[in-house]
């Protein structure tokens, strides 16, 4: 069974469409994260969700939004996509401290054409 | 604020050489450190952590000291395989206690082992 699994691997669209990305986690982790990887490698914070409560709201556009309808669920919406959105989005959870490590999900390749 | 500096890759290796991949950090306090590797195609997974100066993280050949002084936690392995080939990112926490806190990744350092 896989730990954390995102929905789809691979998401194509025109600019201006809006889209969603799933996450899912079956290790029973109390919180969430979104990470954007460009096509440097670089990782950033988006979100973090502990509780399905935000926690972390980096600054990133208003056309991004997080939804956490339980604790094994945390999905991402973006609205009005632009070219600069094409990046790796990954999902990834904790339990309690993260000392403890994060489990990442394989991500979603999101090219905006 | 909070920040992981990697070398800059690619490293080329062949099969049996020894690897060293230099981390040097910027941290108000006494961060937690950590090693992630990223496999093609795949997330990233943890190789290992110290969370206290002085402790040494090992996992799988790999090993890492967490020097206060030099502020560094340089990862090594004594000889590699092709299989280790991947992405390897240092990252650290302020707060590793914390729920929810985020972790500050390096930008990433791509190894390449041919047989």
């Known amino acids: 069974d896989t730990a954390v699994s995102q929905t789809p691997k691979y998401l194509v669209t025109q600019m201006g469409n809006d889209k969603s990305i799933k996450c899912e986690q079956n290790l029973g982790h109390d919180t969430m994260y979104w990470y954007k990887q460009d096509s440097k490698k670089f990782l950033k914070i988006m979100f973090s969700?502990?509780?399905?409560?935000?926690?972390i709201n980096e600054t990133v556009p208003n056309r991004f939004s997080p939804k956490s309808p339980d604790k094994a669920h945390l999905n991402l919406h973006i609205n009005s996509l632009e070219l600069g959105d094409s990046a790796v989005y990954f999902c990834?959870?904790?339990?309690?401290?993260?000392?403890?490590?994060?489990?990442f999900g394989s991500g979603t390749r999101l090219t905006v054409v | 604020g909070d920040s992981v500096t990697q070398m800059e890759g690619p490293v080329t290796l062949s099969e049996e050489a020894f690897l060293t991949i230099n981390c040097t950090y910027t941290a108000t306090g006494y961060p937690s450190l950590f090693w992630y590797v990223q496999y093609p195609g795949e997330g990233l997974q943890l190789l290992l952590k110290?969370?206290?100066?002085?402790d040494k993280g090992s996992n799988k050949g790999f090993e890492a000291t967490y020097r206060k002084e030099t502020t560094s936690f340089h990862l090594e392995k004594g000889s590699v395989q092709v299989s280790d080939s991947a992405v390897y990112f240092c990252a650290l926490t302020s707060r590793a206690n914390q729920a929810g806190t985020a972790l500050i990744f390096g930008k990433g350092t791509t190894l390449s082992v041919s047989s």
């Open positions: 110290a969370t206290k100066a002085d």
């Open positions: 990834a959870s904790s339990q309690g401290a993260v000392v403890y490590g994060y489990t």
């Open positions: 969700y502990n509780n399905k409560e935000l926690i």
